[in-house]
Nanobody, 117 residues
Framework: QVQLLESGPGLVKPSQTLSLTCTIS??????????WGWIRQPPGKGLEWMGL???????YYSPSLKSRTSISRDNVKNTVYLQMNSLKPEDTGVYYC?????????WGQGTQVTVSS
């Protein structure tokens, strides 16, 4: 069973940079065909896919967020990271880390991020 645990600052000021960590257990982030993604949900709205990093290290981003978003990983720590800069109040929401491989999907519990001065 793959488990994912998101962590981050909770409250960030507008224009600052958000850094979130997804700590993974139960599978290696380099295990073949796994994709590790970030998804967010603003209050009262649907899920928004932000981007992912594949088992081979390739990254893919939502076109609307690509200019502000970076996903990276630490193979030794088995951890995936999300960085988003130039934060705005509308970036407020719950941020989820998720794993996907054909036939398998796992989600973390999510972490609340509030962008406010």
């Amino acid at each position: 069973q793959v488990q994912l645990l998101e962590s981050g600052p909770g409250l960030v000021k507008p224009s600052q940079t958000l850094s979130l960590t997804c700590t993974i257990s139960g599978a290696s982030i380099t295990a073949t065909y796994y994709a590790w993604g970030w998804i967010r949900q603003p209050p009262g709205k649907g899920l928004e896919w932000m981007g992912l990093i594949n088992y081979d290290g390739n990254t893919y981003y939502s076109p609307s967020l690509k200019s502000r978003t970076s996903i990276s990983r630490d193979n030794v720590k088995n951890t995936v990271y999300l960085q988003m800069n130039s934060l705005k109040p509308e970036d407020t929401g719950v941020y989820y880390c998720a794993a996907h491989r054909t036939g398998d999907d796992y989600w973390g519990q999510g972490t609340q991020v509030t962008v406010s001065s």
